[in-house]
């Protein structure tokens, strides 16, 4: 069964403070490794997608890489804008399926 | 991007009724389409998987006489909820499958939030 723990819980940044999201996984056969965010109400929101070890991807303050084992979401000097949930999902088999983690919520402060 | 939209965004109704959440992919077609129900500061729960012209596959747990789906169309899907109790009042979210490069992508719906008094 595909497993997905995503650490810390909530993280609570002053504005300009980088620092990273983990996410942590176990799959047979990973598909893609995804990363979405979501804000109060709403559908999350696509921002990357991760295929195989070693790969990164960035979008504006957001870089995201991945490991055989986990990835991570690095976000640099981030903005209050940024205050959002992160979801990380992985796709093991053939059929679409996502298995999510419990999302970070990250609060960044003025 | 890709764009899926819900209808309604929000929805109140007394408990015994049916109600209906349309979810369509409005720049592209999508052979699949999932539905997943959302409890307060909770992940997503994959309920089912709406495939076009075919019977929708329940997760385990999911009653499939109470929620009804159909994906008559390449970019429509439906969930019905049917004799909705208090118990059913979640945010329920669609996304749509897109083709895009190695794999497939999963795009959200905007959701829709049901009450049921």
């Known amino acids: 069964e595909d497993q997905v723990t995503q650490s810390p819980e909530a993280l609570r940044l002053q504005e300009g403070e980088s620092s990273s999201l983990n996410c942590s996984y176990t799959?047979?056969?990973?598909?893609?490794l995804f990363w979405y965010r979501q804000d109060p109400g709403k559908g999350p929101e696509f921002l990357f997608t991760?295929?195989?070890a070693g790969e990164e991807k960035e979008k504006e303050r957001l870089k995201a890489t991945l490991t055989k084992k986990e990835s991570f979401l690095h976000i640099t000097a981030p903005k209050p804008e940024d205050s959002a949930t992160y979801l990380c999902?992985?796709?093991?088999?053939?059929?679409?399926?996502?298995?999510f983690g419990k999302g970070t919520l990250l609060t960044v402060n003025p | 991007g890709a764009v899926v939209s819900q209808h309604p965004s929000w929805v109140i109704c007394k408990s015994g009724t049916s109600v209906k959440i349309e979810c369509r992919s409005l720049?592209?077609?999508?052979?699949?389409m999932f539905w997943y129900r959302q409890f307060p500061k909770q992940s997503l729960m994959l309920m089912a998987t709406?495939?076009?012209?075919?019977?929708?596959?329940?997760e385990q747990g999911v009653e499939k006489d109470k929620f009804l789906i159909n994906h008559a169309s390449l970019t429509l899907s439906t969930l019905t909820v049917t004799s909705a109790h208090p118990e059913d009042s979640s945010f329920y979210i669609c996304?749509?499958?897109?083709?895009?490069?190695?794999?497939?992508?999963?795009?959200f719906g905007p959701g829709t939030r049901l009450t049921v008094l």
């Open positions: 996304s749509a499958v897109r083709p895009t490069g190695l794999t497939d992508t999963q795009y």
């Open positions: 799959v047979s056969g990973l598909r893609g």
């Open positions: 709406s495939n076009e012209g075919s019977k929708a596959t329940y």
């Open positions: 991760l295929y195989s």
């Open positions: 720049d592209f077609q999508a052979t699949t």
């Open positions: 999902a992985v796709e093991g088999g053939s059929n679409y399926k996502l298995t």
